[in-house]
C-alpha cells in the first residue's frame, strides 16, 4: 500500500503526513515535514478512490414533528404516521416510516429516519403523512398499504436546506398531491451523529529502530490502518518523514471515530524507511487498538515493532507521549453555524472553442434548450452551492475574449451593468449567454487574473469576518499559456479560504491541470521556491467522467468540505456559537412554503405564521 502515499520522484509529496489532521512539527524532520498536514479523511480516500469506490459520508438522523393536521376521523382524532422518500434519477425511494401515534393532530413522532448527507449532490426529501386507519394499527408499520390510508398533506424540500439552518430545523407547509396549500406543517429536525465528532490526538515517538540504509540512517514514518474482515488494512493515517533518525519523534496526529471505529477495532501499525522511489522498506509492525494505546500512553511503556515475516526479532519500539480525546467540529457544524460557501464563476471565451453560432462550438446555444458543456457546469455546480450562499450573489467572469477592442482575461459577464455580481444561477446562465452576442472570442488562455480577482475578493472579506469561504469554478477548453503564473497565483492563494474548481471542456490536452490539482501528494511549488500550504485545486476533465458512476459535479465537490476543514482547523477557527435566547423570545425554526421547488426555495421574513429566519433570530 505504500504507492497510495507517494510515487516514483515525488519526494515532497510522499514525505508529508496524511489523514493525521493534526499540527506542529517533529524533531529531526526534513524541511517538507514542516509544512501542514492534509484533511482528516485523506489516506481513507486514497483508498477508495483508488479502487473506484466513494469516499465516507456524514451519517444524519431526521426527526419529525407536525401540527395543525386535517382531523379525517368522525369520533376521534386522525393516527398519524410519516414516510420519508428521497428522489433519484427522478424515482421516489422510500427511506423510512415512523410508528404511528394514535389521536393526535400534533404528533412528534418517535422514529427517526438516517441517511447519509453528501455535500457534493443535490438530496431531495419528500415527506407524506397519512391517517392509518384503526383496522390496520395491529399491522406492522412496513407492511400497510399507503393506498388503505388517507392522505394528510405532503412537503418536500432539499437536506442541504435543513442542515444549513442554524438549529438545524426546517417548518414546512404541507400541500395536496396536487399541489395545493393544506392546513398543517412539519417540521425536521437533522442530528448529526455525536461519534462523528470524537477524536483522538496522539503524539508518537519510536526508540532504536532497526536501519535499513547503508551510508545513512534510516528515514522513517509510520502508517495506521483500520483491519476490516472483508477487505484487509485500509489505511487511515501515516506522519510525515522523520529523515535520518533511528529515535522519531512525529508531530501530533488526529484520528476520527469515523477513520478508526471503535476504540477495540485492530489497527496495524506499521513503520516503513521512506524511499523516494515509492518502494519503501518495511522496519516492522504491530497490531494494536486505541484501547490498547491508551494502555501505553498511562504505563508509559513501549509497544514491539517485529518483521511481517513472522520473526519474532525486535526491530524497535513505539511510545505514546500524548493520548487526549477531544471533539473535532465537522463540516456540518461550520455550515450551520452561519458560515458560508460563496460561489464564483469564471468562463473560457477563447477562439479554441470554435464560433458559437455552429453546433460543433463548445458555447453554441441549442435551440431546444439543451446545454451545453459550459451551462452544464455552472447548472451543476451552481445548483448544489446555492444553499450554501444566503445572498445568492455571484462574481462571473469571462477571460480570453476581445471586449471594447482588447483582450481581456477578467471581464464580468454581466455586461449590461458591468457589475461582477450577478443574482442566483439564473443569473450566471442569463449573463453567459448575452456576452457570447457582445464580446469576440480570442485567447489566449490564462488563469492568473481571475485567480487573482478571486483572491483580491478572499482577502477582503478576512477583514470583516472569517466565516466565509469562496470557491472558484473555472470552466476552460484550452492549454494554459501562463502555467508558471497559474501556479504562483494559486501558491498565494492556498493561504486564503478559497479552493479552485476546473472543468476541462472538449478534447484538448489537459495535463498542464493535472499538475495543477497535487492529487499525487506534491503540492504546488512556485517560482520562487516557496511551497503551496495546502491543496486548492481540483481539476476534472468532463468527457472522461461523464457517462460514469459519479457525475462530473460530484467528481469536482468531493474534496471541498475537507478543504475547508484543512482551512478551518489549521487557523484554529471554530464555528460560532449560539448565543442565549433573549429573555421573552421564542425561537422557532423557519418556514419555507413546499409548494416552492426544491432548486428554488427562499426563506421568507418573519410573519404571524412563519418562523424567525436564522438570519433574523436573536444571537
Known amino acids: 500500500m505504500g504507492g497510495c502515499f507517494s510515487v516514483a520522484g515525488d519526494v515532497r509529496g510522499g514525505m508529508e503526513a496524511v489523514g493525521g489532521g493534526g499540527g506542529g512539527r517533529s524533531s529531526g524532520g ?22 473506484g469506490l466513494r469516499g465516507l459520508y456524514t451519517p444524519v438522523e431526521l426527526s419529525f414533528s407536525a401540527t395543525k393536521l386535517r382531523n ?15 428522489n433519484i434519477n427522478g424515482k421516489l425511494e422510500e427511506i423510512g416510516r415512523t410508528e404511528v ?18 455535500f457534493e449532490i443535490v438530496q431531495p426529501l419528500i415527506f407524506r403523512i397519512y391517517d392509518v386507519d384503526t383496522k390496520y ?31 438545524h430545523s426546517l417548518t414546512l407547509k404541507l400541500r395536496s398531491d396536487c399541489g395545493h396549500g393544506l392546513h398543517g406543517t412539519i417540521t425536521v429536525h437533522a442530528e448529526e451523529s ?14 532504536n529502530l532497526e536501519n535499513k540504509d547503508v551510508f545513512s540512517k534510516s528515514d522513517p514514518f509510520l502508517r495506521l490502518s483500520k483491519l476490516v474482515e472483508t477487505a484487509g488494512p485500509i489505511p487511515i493515517c501515516k506522519t510525515e518523514v522523520v529523515t535520518d533518525n533511528l529515535n522519531p519523534v512525529w508531530r501530533p496526529i ?28 518495511l522496519i516492522g509492525a504491530f497490531q494494536t487498538t486505541i484501547t490498547q494505546l491508551e494502555n501505553l500512553y498511562t504505563s508509559k511503556s513501549g509497544a514491539i515493532f517485529f518483521s511481517h515475516k513472522g520473526q519474532r526479532k525486535m526491530k524497535g519500539q513505539l511510545f505514546v507521549d500524548k493520548l487526549q480525546e477531544k471533539v473535532q467540529h465537522t463540516f456540518l457544524d461550520y455550515i450551520s453555524s452561519g458560515f458560508e460557501l460563496n460561489f464564483m464563476v469564471a468562463v473560457d471565451f477563447t477562439a479554441s472553442n470554435g464560433d458559437p453560432r455552429i453546433p460543433q462550438s463548445l458555447h453554441y446555444i441549442d435551440p431546444s434548450g439543451r446545454p451545453n458543456s459550459y451551462q452544464q457546469a455552472i447548472l451543476g455546480v451552481g445548483e448544489v452551492l446555492q444553499f450554501y450562499d444566503t445572498d445568492r450573489r455571484f462574481p462571473a467572469w469571462g477571460f480570453g475574449a476581445k471586449t471594447q477592442g482588447h483582450v481581456s482575461h477578467c471581464f464580468n459577464l454581466n455586461t449590461a451593468t458591468n457589475d461582477c455580481e450577478v443574482v442566483g444561477v439564473e443569473g450566471i446562465m442569463s449573463a453567459y449567454t448575452s456576452s457570447l452576442y457582445s464580446v469576440s472570442l480570442a485567447g489566449p488562455t490564462m488563469f492568473g487574473p481571475v485567480i487573482n480577482k478571486a483572491a483580491e475578493i478572499a482577502t477582503q472579506s478576512l477583514q470583516y469576518s472569517n466565516n466565509k469561504y469562496f470557491v472558484l469554478l473555472i470552466i476552460t477548453d ?27 471542456v472538449g478534447n484538448a490536452d489537459f495535463k498542464q491541470m493535472e499538475i495543477l490539482d497535487a492529487d499525487n501528494g506534491k503540492r ?32 469536482l465537490l468531493e474534496e471541498l468540505p475537507g478543504q475547508f476543514l484543512q482551512y478551518m482547523r489549521t487557523r484554529g477557527i471554530k464555528p460560532q456559537q449560539q448565543a442565549p435566547l433573549l429573555q421573552g423570545t421564542h425561537q422557532r425554526p423557519s418556514t419555507l412554503h413546499s409548494s416552492d421547488p426544491p432548486h428554488s426555495v427562499h426563506d421568507p421574513g418573519p410573519s404571524t405564521e412563519e418562523s424567525v429566519d436564522s438570519a433574523d433570530a436573536p444571537w
Open 30 to 51: 526534513a524541511a517538507a515535514a514542516q509544512q501542514q498536514q492534509g484533511g482528516p479523511n485523506d489516506a481513507v480516500d486514497h483508498f477508495f478512490q483508488a479502487r
Open 72 to 86: 379525517m376521523d368522525a369520533f376521534s382524532k386522525s393516527d398519524p404516521m410519516l414516510v420519508v422518500y428521497t
Open 101 to 118: 401515534i394514535l389521536n393526535s393532530l400534533e404528533p412528534s413522532w418517535i422514529t427517526k429516519a438516517t441517511m447519509s448527507y453528501q
Open 137 to 167: 394499527h395491529h399491522t406492522p408499520v412496513k407492511m400497510l398499504n399507503l393506498s388503505q390510508q388517507d392522505f394528510l398533506g405532503e412537503a418536500c424540500c432539499n437536506l442541504s436546506e435543513i442542515v444549513t439552518k442554524f438549529n
Open 194 to 207: 455525536d461519534s462523528s465528532r470524537m477524536a483522538i490526538e496522539m503524539t508518537l515517538h519510536c526508540l
Open 254 to 281: 488526529t484520528l476520527t471515530s469515523q477513520q478508526y471505529g471503535s476504540k477495540d477495532n485492530p489497527l496495524l501499525v506499521e513503520c516503513f524507511d521512506f524511499d523516494s522511489s515509492g518502494d519503501h522498506e
Open 478 to 504: 484550452g492549454v494554459l499559456t501562463d502555467i508558471q503564473e497559474t501556479k504562483d497565483c494559486i501558491v498565494r492563494a492556498s493561504d486564503l479560504p478559497l479552493s479552485i474548481l476546473i472543468v476541462g
Open 524 to 555: 504546488l511549488e512556485s517560482s520562487t521556491g516557496r511551497i503551496a500550504t495546502r491543496d486548492i485545486v481540483q481539476f476534472v476533465p468532463m468527457r472522461e467522467v461523464q457517462g460514469g458512476p459519479i457525475s462530473v459535479v460530484q467528481s
